[in-house]
């Protein structure tokens, strides 16, 4: 198994400008998140997702829509870039939902906006 | 409002001594917590966990304490290695089957040869 992997590693964008951070998982977990790390603030939660088509907000979700059409994958689209999201994304995934799941993380990928 | 806390920017230690990394919390509804070790330019990953009706779970080196009226938890290393050195991150989820992760900001770990 390759476990979580994300795409890109590494991304500058202008501000503005449109992406998406890929993350998946061939584990067939059923939970999947993203979370955002910034120097001093820990990991704080955007969205989540329980299940193929099923999406959820997390902690700081302005600025990033998502979505889950398969079990494998669960993109993240930046719809309008700002400095302020400049920080590391980080992909997870669960085997189930239950709040004793341990959550696998992917390698991350650091996006700076210009 | 902060729910976990690490008190601790960083920690240093010796090689072969004991390593202790402080998590307070303040969501009584927490039910379940989890340590996280990362490397630099590395995700995330688990290193221990456990469950509020326990206070002890021990892997290994590492072991993690829970005292649920003090709100505490607590990890220790024994004996710590250089390659222990590391952010550790502590993590709380609850409330049922609120699967959702909070984490503490982390503290970085130096273990010196």
């Known amino acids: 198994n390759a476990g979580v992997t994300q795409t890109p590693k590494f991304q500058v964008l202008k501000t503005g400008q449109s992406m998406t951070l890929q993350c998946a998982q061939d584990m067939n977990h059923e939970y999947m998140s993203w979370y955002r790390q910034d120097p001093g603030m820990g990991l704080r939660l955007i969205h989540y997702s329980v299940g193929a088509g099923i999406t959820d907000q997390g902690e700081v979700p302005n600025g990033y829509n998502v979505s889950r059409s398969t079990t494998e994958d669960f993109p993240l689209r930046l719809l309008s870039a700002a400095p302020s999201q400049t920080s590391v994304y980080f992909c997870a995934s669960s085997y189930g939902v239950a709040n004793q799941e341990t959550q696998y993380f992917g390698p991350g990928t650091r996006l700076l906006v210009l | 409002d902060q729910q976990v806390k690490q008190n601790s920017p960083s920690l240093s230690v010796q090689e072969g001594r004991i390593s202790i990394l402080n998590c307070d919390y303040t969501n009584s509804m927490f039910d379940y917590f989890l340590w996280y070790k990362k490397y630099p330019a590395e995700g995330p990953t688990f290193l221990i966990s456990?469950?509020?009706?326990?206070d002890k779970n021990e892997d290994g080196r590492f072991t993690v304490f829970l005292n649920k009226s003090a709100k505490h938890l607590s990890l220790h290393i024994v004996p710590s290695q250089p390659g222990d050195s590391a952010v550790y991150f502590c993590?709380?989820?609850?409330?049922?089957?609120?699967?959702?992760?909070?984490f503490g900001k982390g503290t970085l770990l130096t273990v010196n040869p």
């Open positions: 456990i469950s509020s009706i326990k």
């Open positions: 993590a709380a989820s609850g409330g049922g089957s609120n699967y959702k992760l909070t």
